[in-house]
Antibody, heavy 115, light 110 residues
Framework: QVQLQESGPGLVKPSETLSLTCAVS?????????WGWIRQPPGKGLEWIGS???????HYNPSLKSRVIISVDTSKNQFSLKLSSVTAADTAVYYC????????WGQGTLVTVSS | QSVLTQPPSASGTPGQRVTISCSGS????????VNWYQQFPGTAPKVLIY???QRPSGVPDRFSGSKSGTSASLAISGLQSEDEADYYC???????????FGRGTKLSVL
């Protein structure tokens, strides 16, 4: 059964770049499916950030597109999220996920934007 | 603003049947499968229903999903206190090439 695990700094300063990595086990990213990032601000709903096809094609939420980059490292079987120029509004639990018939999600990691 | 529309809250008494609706458009629900998630405070969303009406192993058959046109619904029968949680619908959107979510429905068991 595929497993996903997010990792990265839990605290980022305003105007800096948030960087997270999703390590995937028990399935090769290059084998197929879309892989993506979703976030949930404290007390709020779920927001899709962006997704990447296993070939490397990416699609981003229009509201975040100018600040987001999703990339893949097939040698490590992991994919990454970079969100630039962060503000307090970017404080959220960030989840990575495999968009498959039965979606699989990581446990999530809280990122707080604060000086 | 969420692309999928859900009621913000729902409630029922133990043993009752409750349904939660999810309305979308032709680019998401109308042309793709719907998934439903259950989320308890402080935990990651869990897949409750996938591909409109399929239950992952371990999900009780009290939970069922359906889809018609550009709408979907989640039904919970034999409501139990442990069903108190937030429920989200989600679907792939062909216009965005991404996932769209409802804003979530908070279910209370009275």
């Amino acid at each position: 059964q595929v497993q996903l695990q997010e990792s990265g700094p839990g605290l980022v300063k305003p105007s800096e770049t948030l960087s997270l990595t999703c390590a995937v086990s028990a399935y090769s990213i290059s084998s197929g499916y879309y892989w993506g990032w979703i976030r949930q601000p404290p007390g709020k709903g779920l927001e899709w950030i962006g997704s990447m096809f296993h070939s490397g094609i990416t699609h981003y939420n229009p509201s975040l597109k100018s600040r987001v980059i999703i990339s893949v490292d097939t040698s490590k079987n992991q994919f990454s999220l970079k969100l630039s120029s962060v503000t307090a509004a970017d404080t959220a639990v960030y989840y990575c996920a495999r968009h498959s018939d039965i979606p699989s999600w990581g446990q999530g990691t809280l990122v707080t934007v604060s000086s | 603003q969420s692309v999928l529309t859900q009621p913000p809250s729902a409630s029922g008494t133990p043993g009752q049947r409750v349904t939660i609706s999810c309305s979308g458009s032709s680019s998401n629900i109308g042309s793709n499968n719907v998934n439903w998630y259950q989320q308890f405070p402080g935990t990651a969303p869990k897949v409750l229903i996938y591909s409109n009406d399929q239950r992952p192993s371990g999900v009780p058959d009290r939970f069922s999903g359906s889809k018609s046109g550009t709408s979907a619904s989640l039904a919970i029968s034999g409501l139990q206190s442990e069903d108190e949680a937030d429920y989200y619908c989600a679907a792939w959107d062909d216009s965005l090439n991404g996932v769209v979510f409802g804003r979530g429905t908070k279910l209370s068991v009275l």
